[in-house]
């Protein structure tokens, strides 16, 4: 009798165990489905929200280029003659924009304000305020006379982000001075602080 109890005992135990073992194997088969669920879930939307992307923006009359297209440096007088008529925009390199802060071109520095107050081309307009920017620009001269816009240098894009802003502001004759200030200050041009 004694013995009976003991396997009575010893069987609802190992019942119990074979029970927590297979909740715990559930439990497992549970968060993979689930993880692997949400792996897909979120493949999926990624897939569909980059098909939706391409495809609205191929159905558009005038659709953002998958690769940004690099600025051509204007370099010639003819050159920079055949742009005053179209609305695009241009690079142009020291030697151009020397001749055109010459001419009193307004010249529209797109760095950050505080490197602007350390030194910048004589003349220039600081770009932090965009909206006072296009006012003042838009009164003092209107939208079809030059603009040189610059930064820091080669590898500053702030001054093409400009020029494509003020373009979509319907400014039309918008040149970006590539070299930008760097290379103005290593030419020894005069420089305003």
């Not at 505080?114 to 600081?126: F, K, R, T, V």
């Not at 006072?132 to 620009?137: A, C, D, H, M, S």
């Amino acid at each position: 009798m004694q013995e009976r109890k003991r396997n009575q005992r010893y069987s609802k135990s190992t019942s119990r165990e074979k029970t927590k073992k297979s909740n715990q194997i559930i439990e497992k088969l549970l968060k993979r489905i689930f993880i692997q669920n949400s792996l897909f879930q979120v493949l999926f939307f990624l897939i569909i929200s980059v098909v939706i992307g391409f495809g609205s923006n191929w159905l558009k009359d005038d659709p953002i280029p998958l690769f940004a297209v690099k600025l051509k440096i204007a370099t010639t007088d003819d050159l920079l003659s055949d742009i005053v008529t179209e609305s695009v925009l241009r690079a142009i390199g020291l030697d151009q924009a020397r001749k055109f802060h010459n001419e009193d071109v307004v010249f529209v520095d797109a760095r950050d304000l505080e490197y602007y107050e350390e030194g910048h081309i004589p003349g220039a307009w600081n770009s932090n305020h965009f909206m006072e920017l296009i006012f003042k620009l838009d009164s003092l001269q209107g939208k079809d006379r030059s603009i040189v816009t610059y930064c820091d240098g080669d590898d500053c894009g702030s001054s093409e982000d400009l020029a494509y802003d003020l373009q979509n502001e319907g400014f039309t004759k918008i040149f970006v001075f590539v070299g930008g200030w760097s290379e103005w200050q290593q030419a020894g041009y005069s420089i305003k602080k």
